[in-house]
């Protein structure tokens, strides 16, 4: 279970390319360095007491959890000025009560799982190709997509496709389907001539 400090707990609020996402910043930890955990519905929270908390505000509908971030997703027209106050004071004072963030260790994603999900009977060949692939999107991609108040990872690479998944603030952002192709197809073909096109499936369209 992640420990929480008795320090005084700060939060602000950032906004990011998607408008109906926004990323609340702390100075404590939530996760280990490097991690994530990614809630599109509350049935998917079970292991985070805090995730479920921040579902009972009927206008979040995900909830994306990293080392010192908790992205929250909305379905309410209402904006986001009359809701950061409210999510603000809940973040703030859950954290200081000492409230469970997770149950147990949750199951996060990490370089290590991304790597773990190369299929072993790849080819040689696709088996280099996909490690470069992780390896750019840890180093290069996955920053930027994180200060954004998101995560990106590595699903597949075949016959010169890469599939990735893209989370928290990232999923359902008008902008991610610019990003995806402008952004990160452009430095993985530049970077890697193998592959031709990079498709997500976590963009809801």
Not at 48 to 54: M, V
Not at 168 to 196: D, F, H, W, Y
Request: proline letters at 6%; glycine letters at 6%.
């Amino acid at each position: 279970m992640t420990e929480n400090t008795t320090k005084p707990v700060s939060v602000y609020a950032e906004a990011n390319p998607n408008p109906e996402s926004m990323k609340f910043v702390l100075n404590s930890t939530l996760l280990g360095e490097g991690g994530s955990v990614d809630y599109p519905t509350v049935d998917s929270a079970a292991d985070s007491p805090f995730a479920q908390e921040l579902f009972n505000f009927d206008y979040v509908s995900r909830v994306f959890i990293a080392s010192n971030f908790v992205t929250v997703t909305k379905n309410s027209p209402v904006q986001w000025a009359h809701l950061i106050p409210e999510l603000r004071t809940f973040i703030k004072s859950y954290i200081e009560a000492g409230g469970p963030i997770f149950i147990g260790n949750p199951v996060t994603t990490t370089a290590a799982s991304a790597s773990a999900e190369v299929p072993a009977d790849l080819s040689a060949e696709d088996t280099e190709i996909s490690q470069k692939v992780i390896d750019l999107l840890e180093n290069y991609v996955r920053p930027a997509v994180e200060q954004d108040g998101g995560n990106i990872t590595f699903r597949s690479y075949k016959e010169g496709v890469v599939t990735v998944n893209l989370q928290g603030s990232c999923s359902g952002c008008p902008s991610a389907t610019v990003t995806l192709k402008a952004g990160i197809e452009n430095l993985l073909k530049r970077m890697v001539p193998e592959v031709q096109e990079v498709v997500a499936e976590g963009v809801v369209l």
